[in-house]
């Protein structure tokens, strides 16, 4: 209705407009056929929402990337878990938990944390935009071996445990978090310093499950 009306408005303009005209070169019956198909431009409005792409580092697309990996780095990789996970599984196997063992896991697993320090510093002398060679990075290169040094400096067994174990993943989680390693390295990082942890608290939880194995010097006492 509201079409019409505005339609039929026009053509009355357009007729007062013609005949007021002087010239008579124009065709009424012309201009109005024309102004009556006249109908205005639709406008399109598109709604589709706008989708930012943004790159998140996220922990299962890094670990699809594993196959990608270098075969030295995988290889050297995996075979680097074996002291972690030999000595619960020897502990549980001997049904005692032994500190000389769990001592050599612990030095084991300190010299990692510390290997971790050094390859973020080996990363920064590049000096990538995504690894820039400032103070924070370059100091937090350092820490790892410190901590490795405090696990083992610490008398208590259980503290070294402790330290080397946090240790390792405040370094996994800024590994996993930072931009300038590779996929694939972030992929290694996760499933390595996930199994290195899980064997450090499980000789954590050793020492309080399992006995101590006795000596022939623990009977004459």
Not at 49 to 76: E, G, H, M, Y
Request: proline share 7%.
């Amino acid at each position: 209705m509201y079409a019409v009306t505005k339609n039929s408005c026009v053509q009355h303009i357009v007729k007062r407009l013609v005949s007021d005209l002087p010239c008579t070169s124009y065709n009424a019956s012309q201009i109005l056929s024309k102004t009556s198909s006249y109908s205005p431009p639709e406008r399109q409005f598109h709604l589709t929402p706008t989708v930012l792409k943004s790159k998140q580092v996220t922990i299962f697309s890094d670990l699809r990337n594993i196959t990608s990996t270098p075969p030295p780095a995988l290889t050297l990789g995996l075979a680097g878990l074996i002291p972690f996970i030999s000595a619960p599984l020897y502990m549980y196997n001997a049904g005692f938990f032994l500190p000389d063992i769990a001592a050599a896991q612990l030095t084991y697993g300190a010299t990692i944390l510390s290997f971790l320090g050094g390859v973020r510093w080996g990363l920064l002398v590049q000096g990538d935009d995504d690894l820039p060679p400032s103070w924070s990075q370059y100091s937090w290169s350092v820490t790892p071996s410190l901590l490795a040094w405090s696990a083992l400096l610490v008398p208590n067994l259980l503290a070294g445990y402790g330290i080397c174990s946090a240790g390792l993943l405040a370094a996994a989680v800024l590994d996993l978090k930072q931009r300038g390693y590779p996929a694939w390295f972030r992929g290694l990082r996760f499933l390595l310093s996930f199994c290195a942890i899980l064997s450090l608290v499980t000789s954590i939880v050793f020492t309080q499950t399992l006995g101590t194995k006795k000596h022939a010097s623990d009977y004459l006492t």
